[in-house]
């Protein structure tokens, strides 16, 4: 079955420091992960996924296989981050729980 | 093109009641998904459906049901209401592998209050 475990619920950060949201996977089979965002008053959206090998936002995830990982990382948090951040595996099932990114002026 | 549309948007009921809640996914997705999201459990998946016929089914009671018509609208029904089925209910539909298959479209939620 496809899981994602994602450890941290609360993530505090400062204005301008480095953000990192880490989501590890168990999988069979080739793994197809999504990050999905949830702002304050908004709609959960998709942010980024990892076959696009894009940056979204200033953010962007690499899948270690090694380390059956799949962390979303922003080397500069902005105060518009902050939101409810979920790791997705390609079934759909197992949304992890989320990360609250609290982004600190 | 139009969203995900959810109705309603906002419902309350009282203990032993039932709900149906409706979601029209994005025209031409065929796959709709079901969603619980909790402050504290975060995003549980309920159901899938595709093409009418449920795809795949989460860990939640019997008196959770959902059903999908043949225009790919969908509903979900909660019987014998509880207070712990307080939550965000959310529809996501997905696409064809050209628009991204297992890509989710969310809906904004119906917010179900059980007093």
């Known amino acids: 079955a496809q899981r994602v475990t994602q450890p941290e619920k609360l993530l505090s950060v400062f204005k301008g420091a480095p953000v990192e949201l880490k989501c590890n996977y168990s999988?069979?089979?080739?793994?197809?992960l999504f990050w999905y965002v949830q702002y304050s008053r908004q709609r959960l959206q998709l942010l980024l996924r990892?076959?696009s090998r894009e940056s979204i936002k200033g953010f962007t995830a690499d899948l270690n296989k090694g380390e059956t990982s799949f962390h979303l990382k922003k080397p500069f948090a902005q105060e518009e981050d902050s939101a409810m951040y979920y790791c997705?595996?390609?079934?759909?099932?197992?949304f992890g729980k989320g990360n609250q990114v609290v982004v600190i002026p | 093109k139009a969203g995900v549309t959810q109705t309603p948007r906002y419902l309350i009921k009282t203990r032993g009641q039932q709900v149906t809640l409706s979601c029209s996914p994005i025209?031409?997705?065929?796959?709709v998904s079901w969603y619980q999201q909790t402050p504290g459990q975060g995003l549980q998946f309920l159901f899938e459906?595709?093409?009418?016929?449920?795809?795949n089914k989460g860990n939640f009671p019997g008196r959770f049901s959902g059903r999908q018509f043949s225009n790919s609208r969908s509903e979900m029904n909660v019987s014998t209401l509880e207070l712990g089925d307080s939550a965000l209910y959310l529809c996501?539909?997905?696409?064809?592998?050209?628009?991204?298959?297992?890509?989710?479209?969310f809906g904004a939620g119906s917010r179900l209050t059980v007093l």
């Open positions: 999988y069979s089979g080739s793994p197809e």
């Open positions: 990892h076959i």
């Open positions: 459906y595709f093409s009418e016929t449920q795809r």
């Open positions: 996501a539909s997905s696409g064809t592998v050209v628009s991204g298959a297992n890509v989710l479209t």
């Open positions: 025209s031409g997705h065929r796959s």
């Open positions: 997705a595996p390609s079934n759909r099932l197992a």
